[in-house]
Protein backbone atom coordinates (compact mmCIF):
# COMPACT_ATOMS: atom_id res chain seq x y z
CA UNK A 1 0.00 0.00 0.00
CA UNK A 2 1.10 3.80 -0.62
CA UNK A 3 2.08 5.44 2.28
CA UNK A 4 2.62 8.64 3.86
CA UNK A 5 3.39 11.93 2.55
CA UNK A 6 6.93 13.38 0.99
CA UNK A 7 8.23 16.72 -0.61
CA UNK A 8 9.86 16.26 -3.98
CA UNK A 9 11.17 18.05 -6.91
CA UNK A 10 10.81 17.79 -10.49
CA UNK A 11 13.79 18.12 -12.80
CA UNK A 12 13.19 20.30 -16.26
CA UNK A 13 11.95 16.92 -18.24
CA UNK A 14 9.33 16.31 -15.44
CA UNK A 15 10.66 13.57 -14.09
CA UNK A 16 9.91 12.69 -10.10
CA UNK A 17 11.64 10.34 -7.85
CA UNK A 18 9.57 7.90 -6.37
CA UNK A 19 10.23 7.22 -3.05
CA UNK A 20 11.47 3.93 -1.99
CA UNK A 21 8.41 2.68 0.63
CA UNK A 22 6.39 3.33 -2.76
CA UNK A 23 8.67 1.44 -4.96
CA UNK A 24 8.80 -1.21 -2.65
CA UNK A 25 4.78 -1.45 -2.66
CA UNK A 26 4.86 -1.35 -6.62
CA UNK A 27 7.08 -4.61 -5.99
CA UNK A 28 4.63 -6.48 -4.40
CA UNK A 29 2.45 -5.87 -7.63
CA UNK A 30 5.28 -7.17 -9.56
CA UNK A 31 4.59 -3.86 -11.61
CA UNK A 32 7.55 -0.92 -11.92
CA UNK A 33 5.36 0.72 -14.17
CA UNK A 34 2.32 3.48 -12.81
CA UNK A 35 -0.39 4.81 -14.31
CA UNK A 36 -0.88 8.39 -14.15
CA UNK A 37 -4.34 10.34 -14.70
CA UNK A 38 -5.84 13.78 -13.95
CA UNK A 39 -7.81 14.05 -10.68
CA UNK A 40 -9.29 17.25 -8.95
CA UNK A 41 -5.93 19.77 -8.84
CA UNK A 42 -3.80 16.69 -8.87
CA UNK A 43 -2.24 13.49 -10.33
CA UNK A 44 -3.65 10.06 -9.24
CA UNK A 45 -0.69 7.37 -9.59
CA UNK A 46 -1.93 3.52 -9.29
CA UNK A 47 0.21 0.25 -10.29
CA UNK A 48 -0.86 -1.36 -13.57
CA UNK A 49 -3.32 -3.80 -11.93
CA UNK A 50 -5.19 -1.71 -9.89
CA UNK A 51 -5.82 0.47 -12.98
CA UNK A 52 -6.46 -2.67 -14.95
CA UNK A 53 -8.97 -3.36 -12.35
CA UNK A 54 -10.46 0.52 -12.67
CA UNK A 55 -10.87 0.31 -16.51
CA UNK A 56 -12.34 -3.55 -16.39
CA UNK A 57 -15.32 -1.65 -14.01
CA UNK A 58 -15.49 0.99 -16.43
CA UNK A 59 -16.07 -0.81 -19.78
CA UNK A 60 -19.00 -2.29 -18.28
CA UNK A 61 -20.72 1.05 -17.82
CA UNK A 62 -23.62 1.91 -19.85
CA UNK A 63 -22.68 3.94 -23.05
CA UNK A 64 -25.41 6.13 -22.72
CA UNK A 65 -25.43 7.72 -19.08
CA UNK A 66 -23.89 11.31 -19.64
CA UNK A 67 -22.01 10.76 -15.89
CA UNK A 68 -20.09 7.62 -17.17
CA UNK A 69 -19.03 9.60 -20.45
CA UNK A 70 -17.52 13.14 -18.57
CA UNK A 71 -16.39 10.39 -16.24
CA UNK A 72 -14.45 8.09 -18.94
CA UNK A 73 -13.70 11.99 -21.49
CA UNK A 74 -12.22 13.21 -18.04
CA UNK A 75 -10.53 10.35 -15.62
CA UNK A 76 -9.98 7.44 -17.97
CA UNK A 77 -8.84 9.38 -21.08
CA UNK A 78 -5.99 10.95 -19.13
CA UNK A 79 -4.60 7.89 -18.12
CA UNK A 80 -0.87 6.98 -19.40
CA UNK A 81 1.51 4.25 -18.42
CA UNK A 82 4.94 5.66 -17.05
CA UNK A 83 7.71 3.03 -17.01
CA UNK A 84 9.86 3.44 -13.66
CA UNK A 85 13.18 3.64 -14.86
CA UNK A 86 16.59 4.45 -12.35
CA UNK A 87 13.62 5.02 -9.45
CA UNK A 88 12.16 7.58 -11.62
CA UNK A 89 8.86 8.45 -13.91
CA UNK A 90 8.69 11.00 -16.27
CA UNK A 91 5.35 12.75 -15.80
CA UNK A 92 4.10 13.82 -19.25
CA UNK A 93 3.91 17.25 -19.96
CA UNK A 94 0.18 17.38 -20.42
CA UNK A 95 -0.91 15.82 -17.40
CA UNK A 96 1.94 18.05 -15.37
CA UNK A 97 -0.27 21.09 -17.04
CA UNK A 98 -3.58 19.71 -15.92
CA UNK A 99 -2.63 19.81 -12.54
CA UNK A 100 -0.57 22.32 -12.66
CA UNK A 101 2.49 21.11 -11.45
CA UNK A 102 5.72 23.24 -11.02
CA UNK A 103 9.05 22.21 -9.69
CA UNK A 104 7.78 21.31 -6.19
CA UNK A 105 5.70 18.64 -5.76
CA UNK A 106 3.90 16.52 -2.72
CA UNK A 107 3.20 12.68 -3.17
CA UNK A 108 0.64 11.66 -0.94
CA UNK A 109 -0.26 8.01 -0.27
CA UNK A 110 -3.96 6.98 -0.68
CA UNK A 111 -3.38 2.69 -0.24
CA UNK A 112 -4.06 1.34 -3.44
CA UNK A 113 -2.91 4.84 -5.19
CA UNK A 114 -0.65 7.68 -4.49
CA UNK A 115 -1.68 11.59 -5.08
CA UNK A 116 0.63 14.44 -6.95
CA UNK A 117 0.26 17.88 -5.60
CA UNK A 118 1.87 21.28 -7.00
CA UNK A 119 3.20 21.79 -3.33
CA UNK A 120 1.24 25.19 -2.88
CA UNK A 121 -1.83 23.91 -4.16
CA UNK A 122 -0.69 20.40 -1.95
CA UNK A 123 -0.73 23.03 1.36
CA UNK A 124 -3.93 24.75 0.69
CA UNK A 125 -5.68 21.53 0.02
CA UNK A 126 -4.01 20.58 3.42
CA UNK A 127 -5.32 23.25 5.35
CA UNK A 128 -9.33 22.42 4.01
CA UNK A 129 -8.99 18.52 4.91
CA UNK A 130 -7.66 19.68 8.43
CA UNK A 131 -10.30 22.03 9.05
CA UNK A 132 -13.37 19.76 7.97
CA UNK A 133 -11.64 16.64 9.26
CA UNK A 134 -13.88 16.65 12.59
CA UNK A 135 -16.45 16.20 10.81
CA UNK A 136 -15.73 13.79 8.21
CA UNK A 137 -14.44 11.54 10.96
CA UNK A 138 -17.44 11.72 12.47
CA UNK A 139 -19.41 10.07 9.69
CA UNK A 140 -17.01 7.83 8.76
CA UNK A 141 -17.32 6.23 12.06
CA UNK A 142 -20.40 5.06 10.75
CA UNK A 143 -19.04 2.83 8.11
CA UNK A 144 -16.87 1.43 10.78
CA UNK A 145 -13.90 3.62 10.14
Not at 13 to 41: S, W, Y
Not at 127 to 134: D, G, L, N, Q, S
Request: glycine fraction near 6%.
Amino acid sequence: MFRGRSKHSLDEKGRLAIPARFKEAMRGKDDQCLVLTNHFNCLWAFSRADWRSIEEKAAQLSLFDSAVNTYRRYFISGAQECPVKQGRITIPPDLREIAGLKKDVVLVGELKLFEIWDREKWEEEFERAKEIFPDVSQSLSELGI
